[in-house]
């Protein structure tokens, strides 16, 4: 079973930047599509921003010109950059690993206005 531990998350202004990461263990990362989701308060877990293998993307229309999802195979990790940050981005921010369906405990983002 593959274990994701993300980290970056903080408190930010809008306008703002963060850069979250997710290390991923237990598995053969490079070979594997990851995907960034969040969840607000209230509201289901939805997906932002996927990676695969070959580094196709592909990000929600909401995030788009905005986030940008990475990958360092040689640090198995996953990244997510987001910029120009808004209030409604505030949210919990996990990572997946869509092959063995494993995610990560999460990571808090909150931007204020």
């Known amino acids: 079973q593959a274990q994701l531990v993300e980290s970056g998350g903080g408190l930010v202004q809008a306008g703002g930047s963060l850069r979250l990461s997710c290390v991923v263990s237990?598995?053969?990362?490079?070979?594997?599509?990851m995907g960034w989701y969040r969840q607000a308060p209230g509201k289901q877990r939805d997906l932002v921003a996927t990676?695969?293998?070959?580094?196709?993307?592909s990000y929600v229309d909401s995030v788009k010109g905005r986030f940008s999802i990475s990958r360092d195979n040689a640090k198995n990790t996953v990244y997510l950059q987001m910029n120009s940050l808004k209030p409604e981005d505030t949210a919990v921010y996990y990572c997946?690993?869509?092959?063995?369906?494993?995610w990560g405990q999460g990571t808090q983002v909150t931007v204020s206005s």
């Open positions: 997946r690993l869509f092959a063995l369906n494993s």
């Open positions: 237990g598995t053969i990362f490079s070979s594997k599509s």
């Open positions: 990676i695969t293998s070959t580094n196709s993307t």
